[in-house]
């Protein structure tokens, strides 16, 4: 199977192996290829890993989440490895780090857009129903639990794409998670009183992300500290976004950052389109 691919650059590393790019042969189709060392793994590593493979699949069809192509095993030498979508542009980190470095802010039509695309990956993650051709048979919700602009991706369009679910559980409908995993600014307030991880706190981290783009930091970004941040969650108070944006987005991104009851993302997806 390796000598299908034609091995490129080195675009991500990580704790069990790297992302490469690399060229199918037959086609010249450029991929982004995940090579993963499992035997350095442990039981725990294997069953994300697994969870991460199962997910992916469940997910093919959406044309804003990153498309997984295959997977295949060199038993040989321990390593597993995933194909999936190249997309060229980078990442939503990349873009605010461009407005900052350029002291310029993103338009308005452009969060719009960016905000659409990934409210539908969102809301095919956390339906719990299959497409037709799968039967019509449920599948179970899946929480992205990492939204963050370093896991949004741009391909060579242009179109987001919501990336890396290493981090994502596939949950039963009653039974969500204690577990947190993610980033530190982008933590819900369910999160930081010990509560469950449900949907409800990826749409906080989504209203987080859309704050960011808009402001080129996080709303919580003042906090030198955990229990200050912890403070900052619980007190909700969201910051006004810079001059320029309208006060609909801003009720909009403030109505996914609320303490308690948040805009649901059936309703983000009808709103945005």
Known sequence: ???????LDIIGTGSFGIIRKVRRIH???????KELNYGRMDERDLRQLGEEVNILQ?????????????RYVDKQNFMLYILMEYCSQGDLAAVISRCRRDQVHLSEDTIWSYLAQ???ALLDCHSAEMSSEEGGKKKPIILHRDIKPENVFLNHFGLVKLGDFGLSKAMEMAAFTNTYVGT???MSPELINGQKYDVKSDIWALGCLMYELCAWHPPFHQA????????LIREGKIPNLPRGYSSQLTALIKSMLRQDVRVEICFLSALTY
């Open 224 to 231: 030198q500290t955990q229990p200050e941040l912890a403070k």
């Open 58 to 70: 469940n997910l093919r069809g959406n044309d804003h989440i990153v498309k997984y192509f295959e």
């Open 184 to 186: 530190p600014y982008y």
């Open 118 to 120: 990934i409210t539908t």
């Open 1 to 7: 199977m390796d000598t299908q691919f034609e091995p």
């Open 27 to 33: 086609d010249g189709l450029i991929l982004a290829r």
